[in-house]
Structures are given as C-alpha cells and as structure tokens.
C-alpha cells in the first residue's frame, strides 16, 4: 500500500514553455501533497503543501506564479512550471499522506532539463 | 522552525556488520515526528523508519532501530547485519502539526562486501 506514481519520470524542454508534472496517489486518498525540489547531491527542499479543494501554500522564496499548484482531487497533484528556464531545471519529487496520518509516502521523481 | 543536522556526509559499513548514523533535530512544537528515509540511487525516497516523539520506546523495523534521545533531540539510525541493498543516501527528518517536513542534508552510506 502507499504507492504514489508521478509522471513524467523526465522531461526535457525548450526555455519559455510550461511543463506539467503530475503527482497521484494510488492505493490511498491523498488530502495533502506537498511538493519538494532536489538539486543534486543536496536535500530535498519544501517548494509547496497542496491541499484538496484549496489554493496551494508555498514556502518562502517560491514564486506561486511560477510554479503553479492544483490540487483538483484526492488522488492527484498537478506542478505546472510555467516559462521555464535553465535554472528551474531540477529533480522534482511529490509527497502525499492520507488524513490523520504523519507518514508522507514518495513518489519517484520527476528529471526536468530545461534547455 | 525546524532544524535537522546529520553531521556524517558520508559513512561506511562492512556488509554484515553494524553502523549507526547520526542526526539531531531542534523544534518549538511539542508534538512531532520523526523520520529516517532512505534514496537510493534511483531517487525514490523510501520510508525507513517512524518515531512519535511522546513514544518513549525506541522504534525498530526488522534490522533498522533508532536511539531516540529526546532531552538531547538526538534521533540516531543503527542498521544492523548490514546488506549491500542498504547503500544509498539517508535523510533524517522531523515534522510537526502543520504535517511539513524538515530534511537534514543527508549521510551517504557504503556498504563494502
């Protein structure tokens, strides 16, 4: 049980245009997901909680018009990063637990290259 | 605010043996959790082991046990019989009532066969 898929795994694209990565929990309805970025060899860094049926809270320093949240239903998440440039290129990863749990469960990582 | 630190950037460990990394933690909340994850290369953060801080039995998962300090907010990791799929990042974590988790920068763990 606690599966959580993400999808794409990677993603390479042009500098300018949005790429959507999506974050579904599979076995378990998901209230809260969060969203992590991860450059390499560093730890994962809180961009942002999303919650079902509300907007998106995101940590300081995250630009909420850059990365766009929504949070749509109980098993999925969506990461819009919109005009992306080289430096938003990153390893994306999502998290989700299930209400009145503490244990967040992984999915597994989405490679973004922005060229 | 929440602070983790793993002091140990990188550790090793003979397969079959015993090794214990080290993580300490600092929170305003009274209530908390945490958490050791393991990502092995392929990134997928992987759920080690939980403790809820107002447990005071030490939390164990078959060869994974913690030492859980609270008045030092010491949280260590012991793996024992030490395997060669054991190799990967582990990342300490602790997190609160708001559900948010904190990362320690992670120890590189090596298993040698």
């Known amino acids: 049980g606690a599966v959580v898929s993400q999808h794409p795994s990677r993603v390479i694209c042009k500098s300018g245009t949005s790429v959507k990565i999506e974050c579904r929990s599979l076995d378990f309805q998901a209230t809260t997901m969060f969203w992590y970025r991860q450059f390499p060899k560093q730890s994962l860094m809180l961009m942002a909680t999303s919650n079902e049926g509300s907007k998106a809270t995101y940590e300081q320093g995250v630009e909420k018009d850059k990365f766009l949240i929504n949070h749509a239903s109980l098993t999925l998440s969506t990461l819009t990063v919109t005009s992306a440039h080289p430096e938003d290129s990153s390893f994306y990863i999502c998290s989700a637990k299930s209400p009145g749990q503490e244990t967040q469960y992984f999915g597994p990582g989405t490679r973004l290259l922005v060229l | 605010a929440q602070t983790v630190t793993q002091s140990q950037p990188e550790m090793s460990v003979q397969e079959a043996e015993t090794v214990t990394l080290s993580c300490t933690y600092d929170t305003s909340e009274s209530d908390y959790y945490l958490f050791w994850y393991k990502q092995p290369p392929s990134r997928q953060m992987i759920l080690v082991i939980r403790q809820e801080a107002y447990k005071q039995q030490n939390a164990t998962e078959n060869r994974f046990s913690v030492n859980f300090q609270k008045a030092a907010k010491s949280f260590s990791l012991k793996i024992s019989d030490s395997q060669l799929g054991d190799a990967a990042m582990y990342f300490c974590?602790?997190?609160?009532?708001?559900?948010?988790?904190?990362f320690g920068k992670g120890t590189l763990l090596t298993v040698n066969p």
């Open positions: 974590a602790v997190g609160g009532s708001n559900y948010k988790l904190t």
